[in-house]
């Protein structure tokens, strides 16, 4: 056992925290060496297994991060930007693969995960799923087929805790369909109406946020012109989906050059 690559799980008290130490425990092809939380919080201290409410793990859940990554070959982070960012750098000192599902990044941010990635594997998308990835495919394939005639607009639909908006897998989403049409999305993205807003401007591609309660995640491009409307549509019942796809991402970095991947490259898409 001790031969298969130890996971260190970033939040490991938050949902996707909880639900990834669940699966990392759950597989037969890696092991869970570690779990961390912020400084001051509750569960540094206890076995992260009793800390979820069962048996214990033999893990202690650490406010070390140095210490903690030292003990892995991967780690998976689904925390905050400035977490994360920070997480990057030292992730990358032990050399540990570093999967981040974390959303709200800014280009600053990711610039230093970038600097990062020159040191260790970084795989890092707004949504760790299959079928989100395969989604992702698919707009761009369909923006790149059908032109300005059909308005682009991306709904995506979360529970009422999440943070940031539009998510990061709606744009995800909205960047495929961007490159389909051969344009950046900063200069056409749209988020959001409210108010006299006038004529939606042919070759935008609007954004539409909503929150409300326990909502895992619904994504829906729709493709609409005059007298036809395409929708492509993912909806996520179980946050498992995206812990099971971080956990393959952490395992195909294994023994890889250094990089900045995402899961496009993971899957082979």
């Avoid at 990062?116 to 795989?123: L, P, S």
Wanted: charged share 20%; proline share 2%; aromatic share 4%.
């Amino acid at each position: 056992m001790t031969d298969l690559p130890g996971i260190v799980i970033t939040g490991a008290s938050g949902r996707m925290g909880q639900m990834l130490v669940q699966t990392v425990t759950a597989s037969d092809a890696c092991r869970l060496v570690g779990a961390l939380e912020r400084p001051g919080h509750d569960w540094v201290g206890q076995d992260i297994g009793t800390a979820l409410g069962g048996a214990a793990l033999g893990v202690t859940v650490s406010d070390d991060a140095v210490a903690t990554f030292a003990k892995a070959q991967a780690v998976i982070d689904f925390t905050a930007p400035a977490a994360t960012v920070q997480f990057a750098g030292l992730a990358a000192q032990a050399r540990a693969v570093h999967v981040i599902g974390t959303t709200g990044l800014t280009p600053e941010d990711i610039a230093a995960i970038d600097r990062a990635a020159h040191h260790a594997v970084i795989v890092r998308a707004g949504n760790m799923s299959l079928g989100v990835n395969l989604l992702t495919v698919l707009a761009q394939k369909v923006a790149a087929a059908l032109d300005a005639d059909y308005d682009i607009e991306i709904v995506e639909a979360h529970h009422r805790h999440k943070v940031d908006a539009p998510s990061g897998t709606a744009l995800m989403l909205g960047e495929a369909a961007a490159a389909g049409r051969g344009v950046d999305l900063a200069d056409v993205r749209d988020s959001g109406r409210d108010g006299i807003t006038g004529a939606r401007k042919r070759g935008d591609i609007g954004f539409h946020a909503i929150r409300g309660g326990d909502t895992v995640g619904d994504h829906d491009v729709i493709f609409a012109a005059d007298g036809e409307q395409i929708t492509l549509r993912h909806r996520a019942t179980d946050r498992s989906v995206f812990a099971r796809g971080a956990l393959k991402a952490a395992l195909w970095g294994q023994d890889r050059a250094p990089g900045h991947y995402d899961m496009l490259n993971v899957l082979g898409l």
